[in-house]
């Protein structure tokens, strides 16, 4: 009945840990959700008073395809200071979220059959989407070296068929930052055997402690895609705002995809942002982060309990991700692997805390927890989770 394409791909499992969540909630449960992958915060002012301005002067119109130049001109300026590069507007696309950005820059390069590589743990849509366009993820295996990807690792995965590598730092799910070195090594690698970095720095904002959020564009710009969206940094998920920015080439041949999908990003929300990085002075993206600085410590405060899972480093972004192997590995012994779904469920049941399992990550023993929720929920939830595996069996 359906296309084989369907078979490529089920529904995002982040997706359907928030909805066991939900069902749980609405079944009459008391349930911390520590799925979302969204951080809980009040509107900025300025994209408030943008969106309202927009509706009052009566916006009703399609833009642009991939966005307004008005805005496209302030992105091309954010991304030159990001950068310390100059960058054009014809250079930026804007697209309804960083997903769709990804997929864009998805169906324009690859070919039936090209490789791209995935450092794993990854976010669940990389991989999906890679299926969708018809090419074939490769994955690196960065667990044993802090959710970092190894040089030698990625170099070992380069074939000629290799047409692009997906960098996500700071990382969803692991909260891992890349370190510089590593990243002027796959820069190098994608220059000398010629393939693409879909750089994904939607939680570039959010980096903790002594991390720094490096830009591999300063390096190899003419081989990257720079992939970002206002839907963490400024809390704004469902106002669907993202871009893409990457060569001219690239930018043009994105903008005749989007005119036969989705057109325009959502007006209003576009006037919305272009508002707020006109006007904004940094106050309310101060006021996340130290939000979340302090939610991390709140939860890492609490995670110190832990007496057989090691405490996350949490370098950036908004997770927790618990290395559970030692937990589930005496368990798994005695017959069929225990995984991280077990846990998950143990939890949601007996504790009424919802999160989500490394396995919709490629890690059977990952579990990733949000901490974008607010603080007391999150030491109540937080502190369910320590009882219930410090007595795990
Ligand atoms: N990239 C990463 C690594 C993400 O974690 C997410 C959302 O969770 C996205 C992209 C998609 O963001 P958006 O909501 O802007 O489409």
Redesign the pocket.
Known sequence: MLAQRTNLFGSSGTAAARAAAKAAADAGKEIIDLTA?EIWSDLAPTIREGAIEAINRGVNRYTDTVGMMELREALARKVSLDTGQIWKAEEIAVTS????A?FNAAMVLLNPGDEVIIPAPY?TTFPAQVLIAGGTPVFVDTRSNGYVPRFEDIKAAVTDRTRAIVI?TPN?PTGAVYDVQTLIGIAELAINRNFWIVF?E??GDFVHGDHRHHLIVSVVRARTLIVN?F?KSLAL?GWRI?YLAGPKEVINAVKALQSHTTSNPNVIAQHAVLAHLQGGDGTYESKLRSQLASARQVGLNALSSLTRVPVPKAQGGFYFYLDLSDLLKPASMNGAAVTADEVVNSLLSEAGVAAVSGTVFGDPAGLRLSYGIPPEKLEAGLSRLVDVLNAWE
């Open positions: 992958g979220g960083a997903k769709q990804l976010w996500n969803n994904d939607c939680y969206a839907s998920t993202g």
